[in-house]
Each structure stands twice: as C-alpha cells, then as structure tokens.
C-alpha cells in the first residue's frame, strides 16, 4: 500500500476540493433540454482532467444523445487486471428552487459538508476516483492495474443510449471487473458493501374528463370528476398496510430467509425518522422499514396533478389529472411484466365517464445481487473497514442502477459498488451535500482497493 | 313599451358592441394582484359611462378591496318602484392561456359568438342593463322606474366585502326588488328564470409528510406517501355512485318533489356530453344529471398536486400533497356546518406517518329558492317570452351567487335573477363567449321588463 499516494491526497487536498467545485458549478441537468451546453461542458471537464491525469486514450463518444467519456489506461501489463469504472456526471433537476440555503451549482461547505447538487449523486463520488488516479501517476508514476473509464451523461434520465454503447462495444468496454461508486453508506463512516439493487419500472396515468375545465355550478353533477376518478384508481393500487394490491405484483417474489433479515437487522442506524423528518415510519405489513427498503419491493406515486393550482379558489371541474408512479424491483420481478400488470389493474377499476391512457416508461431495470463471498468484493470491504477504521457491513439497497444489470448481462462480470454516499446526502432534493469524512476516507479506501487487487 | 328604444338598441348596435369591446379588453382579474391596475380601470369605465348615460349620482367605493362602483337614478318619481341592479365587473384567471383560440383580453366575434374573458360572467351582462339605461335615457330622457347599480369588482374572489357594504350602508342600496343578471338559460334561445340556488362552501387540504422530497429508492418503503395518503382520504368522500360518503353531509337536504322532477324534466336540452365532450354523463345515484345539477348538493376536487410535474420521471416520495375541494349546497344545508363535517371526516381516515390540515375557504353561501308566481318574477318571464318570443321555462341551478343569499339576508326584498347566458359559454374555462343573440334579445327583454314595470 502506497504511503505516498495518500500523502499526495492530503497534501493536496485543496487544490482537489477547487477541482471538485468547478466540475459541481457546471448545472449539467440532464432531464431538461435548456441545459444542453451545460452537459456538453461538463463532459469536456472530464475529457480534459482525464488528459491531464495520462490516460493513454481519452475520448468523447456520441451516444446519440449526452455525450459518454471513455478512457483507457493499459500500462500496468497484461498480467494486471482490467477495472471497468463506471459514473454519470449528469445531475438531477434543483427545483424547489426556493428550498436551497445555498445555491445549487455554488458549492459551498458548511459543518463539515459540501452542498451542491451532485456532490453526493453522482459527480462528488466520480471526482474521487479521478482524484486517485492522479495520485498515483503523480506519485508512483503508474496504475497498479489497467483502467476503463465510462462515465455517462444520462444516468438521471435513465440511461437511454448506455445499454446499445456497452452492446456495440463491448470489446472496448470489456474488463475483469466493474467498480462504481453510484450509491451510499448505511450511516456515516459505516463501510457498506452493497450486495444487491432493485430494479424499476415506471408508468404515467392520464385521465380525461371533459374536453375543457367547466365550471362546478353548471355542471357539478353531470360529469365524472378526473381527479376523483384518479383518487379512486391509485387508492384501488396499495393500502393503508403499504401492500400493492394490484394483482400478481409480488408474483415470483423470493421470500427474506432468516439469515437476510437478521443481516439487515444488524445494519446499524435507524435513521428513518431523523433523515426524513416524518413523525413516524410507515411500511410493509409484516416487514421492518428497513426490510422493506433494502428487500421488498415498492409502490410510489412520485408526482400528481390536475386543475387549479394558483392563489385561492377557482370552481371548476377540472379536464384531466396526471400521475407519474415507479414501482422498486427485487429479484423475482420483471419490469415489463409489472407494467403490464399495472396497466391491467388500472383499466380494470377505472370508473366510467372518463378516458384513462396509461403510458409505459421506456426506464426500467432488473434487481440485481451479487454473492458477499467473492474476493473481489471481499478485497472492497477489507480496503474500506481499514480507511474508515470500522468493520464493513453488507446491505441490500432500494435503488436502482440500471447499468449494473446491463454490465452483468452484456459483460457477466463482478460488479463492485462501492459508494461513500450517506443517509443525509438528500439525494433528488433540495440541499444536496456529501460529508468531506468520505470524501478524504472514500479516496483512501480507493487507494487500498488498488493496491489490494494486485497483492 | 317603448318601441324608440328598442330602434335606439338596433340603430345603435355597432356603437354599443364597440363599447362592450373596449369594456372586456381590460383584464380585470380579481384573485391575481398583478392586475391591480386593471381592476382600477375597469371601475373608472363604468364610473364614467354610468355618469355619461345621466344618473344622478355616481360613486366608486373604497371597499378595503377592489373598488364597487355605486349609481343612483331617483328621477322616476316617489311612486315609481326602485330596483336594485347588482352585477360584477371582475373576472377569472385565463389559464390555461395556451387553450385560448383568441387573446382573452382581445374580444372577437367568430360565429355570432362574442369570444372574451368575461364577455358572459358577467361583464357582457352587465353591460346590456347599461346600455338599456342609455338607450331610455337617450329616447325618453328618463327612467321608467327608480335605479340604483350595484357593481362589484370581487365577485370572483368570493365578493369578501360586498356583505360589510350592502349591511352597514343599507339605506343607500335598500330597493323594492333586485335583478341580477349573472346566470344563464338552460338552453341558447331558451328563457329561462332561475328561481332557486345553490349554495356554496370550500376547503383546502394540506398532506405533509417528509420535510422534504425523498430518493424513492433510499427510503421507498419508510414512509407514507402524502400522495397516496390524500388518494385515500379523497377517494373515501365521494364514492363511484357518486354519492358523498362524509358522516351528516345530507342532513336537512329536502327531498325532491314529483312536481319538482317534472319541472326539471321538462327543461329541454340534454346538452351535457355535447357542451362538454365527455363520453357519458355521470350523476347521483338515484337521480339524473339535470336532477343532480340543478336541485342535489354536489362535492368536487377543482385542483390538487405535489410532487413532479415537469418532463420525464423523477423518483421522489414527494414531500406534500394539496387538494382544493369545493361543494355546491341546497336548502337545508348550512355551509359552515358542511365544512365541519368534511374536517371531521378526513382528519377521521387521515393515515399514520402524514400530517393533514384542513383549511376552511371564508367563501361561502346558503343556498336561495324564490317562490316562481311572485308577480315580478311573472312579469321577468312574460318579457322574456315576448323578446325571445318563447315560453319562459323556470329551473334552480347548481351555481352560487352569495349576493343573493346577502341580500335576501339584508334587505328581504324579491331577487329576480334575469340571466342570458348560454351552456356554451364556457365560464371559467379558456374560450369564454356569448351568443349575440342572447345581446340583443336579451336587451329587449330588459327593456320589456323596465316598461312591465310600471304598468
């Protein structure tokens, strides 16, 4: 293990935290076409910054749509493993505008953490990486192993245009195995080894009514009200037990054995209520909050809406009403099959007088679980419990990454997630941050995993 | 009957349009205070018409909110009878603005339709008494009866002032009788007294769960879902029969007689599905769509969101949900009552893990009946039938107009509600218009019902 890397790390830990700042001012937003320079010049951050560090082959690769960064590094031989990073520096949208003490795209540190959007998701985690390698080429003049680098623009809108780049390239792609830092710690300072994701699926629902809003005195009582007939179709779709009650939905759903929950039991922090603010936890009937986020899947309506919105009241029989719902995955479960299902049950109690369309999202992604015992992820965990000091737990988790699943089914190779992230990031929402501990420790848990794989 | 001014009205006629035009031009929004500015203009057109037709005394009123333009014409002598015009000069929001076929705030004719916000609720209609004053005053030089108007610029808005004016200055507005013309017929052509109400009375939820939004993959099976958790609330107030489901919500509600189902069978014109699109009409059980609109209490979401709303997916348990309902009230029922009710029952079924707030709107209103062989609404009907040359048909209706119930309240006099609007008008909504026919016809009613008067 390199003394000197780490020395380098610390020694020049602000010029790397100015670095960081500059590639987290870039509002590279990838959802909303606006900012489409913003993209574009984030992806340059990169492709320059991995020049500089001396990766052999550094390029911008048209996907179509957001640029994808590939970079290669094949100097530590052909005896040396093949490490496929992956990352997106695409962030989500900022809105509520008005909720961030500081503004999105200015970074700033505050109690030891640094606010901005995309510090934590995915860009703070990506610069760490980079960091590291800079490291040891300023220092030890070389990689210990060879490196792939594939960072994406269109993480947050679903990767779109990853799955054909990893298919069409898969010799260019191709290596030993992945690592990604794209998720988090159960709790701060707690190494984590995440041994499974779920998957996604996604759909919209659009009820029609009448072809225009029309006021509640004339013709209250004529008509079916859309919202109404929305509020009846979702209330059919989970109960008040948290349990989706749309046919077949828990279908081929493996059952949590003891051993798993007592796993999860022994996850540290119930962080729940503190990290949430709500006055209590609320899941699954017959599951812990904890058993239902890492293992069971879920049901969330992640946006509603119809009619009037503005200041005070306006009678009106609105003329449609919308919602955007995502379901949580976990093996057993195919996307597909789930919308279907959905799709089903909606058009199955949809009251009358109205028209419901179901729209079927293109994102979507199978869960995924890896076996704790692997060396590879064994090396990960043994690197991260001596850089944070702490013994490393392994947890399933309730996100999803679709590239995980993609990597495994086009590569079929061990896919390490190694995150640094915490409950606390406040991840998709106002105030996003990333604790400056795992920022400095990430970087040396990623010093020792480098070093490790080669021993 | 003054045949002059019924030739003054026909020669005249372009004149007069012109004049409506540049009236519904001003964009007299009363909810928004952007158009402060708008509301003030549109009281000063009315002051200086008012004052150029000739009566004697013109006054704009501080009402602590948008100014009410008062007027008097007393020169009908002490024998003649006094009526008190009530009418309102503000208007709705436009939006959605991109629905609109033409600028609301640009009136044009398409079709012998006058498109305009507010061309029918109400300035268009305040506009003809206006000009049926100017037509006698510029013939006979006089009124046939003694006049006082009554315009206000916050009807819209719940008329949150008018009560304090009309009860602490009654001596100035106190009349013989009252006629308002902001209604309308249950069919174009069709003369129609509206001699019953609805009254009127609303609330606004509040959901809130989390502090903020949250990653729906970090805590998806944590929390309640504010959104599904209003779903449940909502979708326990009003059932699929349509019939609402809240503890008490009917008490006191009269039934409906025989003789009253005849006359509202016997209102032509099922012009439901073809004024409004919709694939099929959907009403109380038990009762028709005209039965429910016109005479049965009804309960409707007029907006609700939170959450997502922009392009594409975003996967957040959201952190709030808001619903604005609003209930139309028959005889028998009493608003602030109502509103106790629908309190009682969501905080009964609100779920754990959220916070529910129940806002009372202060608009509210009981619901009016007026008895239909009251000679001055006889005689309303007998020149509606002879200006559209059709008999009058005499129906209640679902809209709420608190001034009614104020001045039923205050002053106890008759209340003749004299509207000629059509159901194509499309208030509220984007497209609002009215029929030139119901203009000109309708003037000469006004003018008919001027000279019935006093014979």
């Known amino acids: 293990m390199s003394e000197q890397v780490l020395q380098y790390l610390s020694e020049n830990r602000k010029q790397l935290l100015d670095k960081l700042h500059s590639f987290l001012s870039i509002p590279s937003v990838s959802t909303d076409s606006v900012h489409k320079q913003d993209i574009n010049e984030a992806a340059e951050y990169l492709e320059s910054y991995l020049k500089k560090i001396g990766f052999d082959k550094v390029e911008q690769q048209d996907t179509g749509g957001h640029p994808l960064i590939f970079a290669e590094y094949n100097q530590a031989g052909s005896d040396a493993p093949t490490v496929l990073f992956y990352g997106h520096y695409d962030v989500q949208p900022v809105d509520p505008i008005e909720e961030w003490k500081s503004e999105p795209f200015k970074p700033e ?11 934590s998701d995915d860009k703070g985690q990506v610069f760490m990486h980079l960091a590291v390698f800079e490291a040891y080429m300023n220092t030890e003049g070389k990689l210990p192993l060879n490196v792939k680098v594939c960072i994406e623009g269109e993480e947050e809108i679903g990767s779109e245009n990853l799955y054909k780049t990893l298919h069409d390239k898969k010799d260019q792609f191709d290596a030993d195995f992945a690592v990604i830092s794209d998720s988090g710690m159960v ?17 919209e629902i659009n009820v029609t009514g009448p072809d225009h809003d029309l006021h509640s005195g004339m013709y209250g009582g004529a008509v079916r009200n859309p919202i109404m007939a929305l509020n009846h179709i979702l209330a059919s779709m989970k109960n008040e037990d948290e349990v989706v009650t749309v046919d077949g939905f828990y279908d081929g759903v493996e059952p949590l054995t003891e051993h798993e929950r007592e796993l999860i039991k022994n996850v540290q922090g119930e962080y729940y209520e503190a990290s949430t603010g709500v006055n209590e936890t609320v899941s699954e009937k017959g599951y812990t909050a904890k058993e239902h986020t890492m293992a069971r899947p879920t049901f969330e309506i992640n946006g509603m809406y119809g009619g009037y919105q503005g200041e005070g009241t306006k ?93 495994e089914d086009i590569y079929n190779i061990p896919i390490v997630l190694l995150g640094f992230g915490t409950p606390d990031d ?14 400095d420790k990430g970087m040396e848990t990623l010093v020792r995993y480098w070093a490790e794989i080669n021993d």
């Open 426 to 439: 406040r991840l998709h929402s106002p105030n996003e941050s990333f604790p400056l501990d795992s920022f």
């Open 315 to 407: 009678t009106i029989i609105p003329s449609t009403a919308t919602a955007k719902i995502t379901c949580r995955l976990v093996p057993g479960q195919d996307p597909a099959k789930i919308q279907e299902l959905l799709e089903a049950h909606i058009h199955n109690v949809a009251p009358t007088g109205v028209t419901v369309e179901v729209k079927k999202e293109k994102l979507s992604a199978k869960a995924y679980k890896v076996a704790p015992d692997n060396p590879l992820i064994k090396k990960a965990a043994k690197s991260y419990s001596e850089a944070f000091d702490k013994e490393t737990v392994y947890v399933r988790m309730g996100g999803s990454i679709p590239v995980v699943e993609w990597i």
């Open 109 to 119: 540190v505050r109690d030891g953490r640094l606010y901005a959007r995309g510090s």
């Open 187 to 203: 709790s701060e300072n707690q190494p984590t080894i995440l041994y499974g994701l779920k998957g996604f699926t996604g759909i």
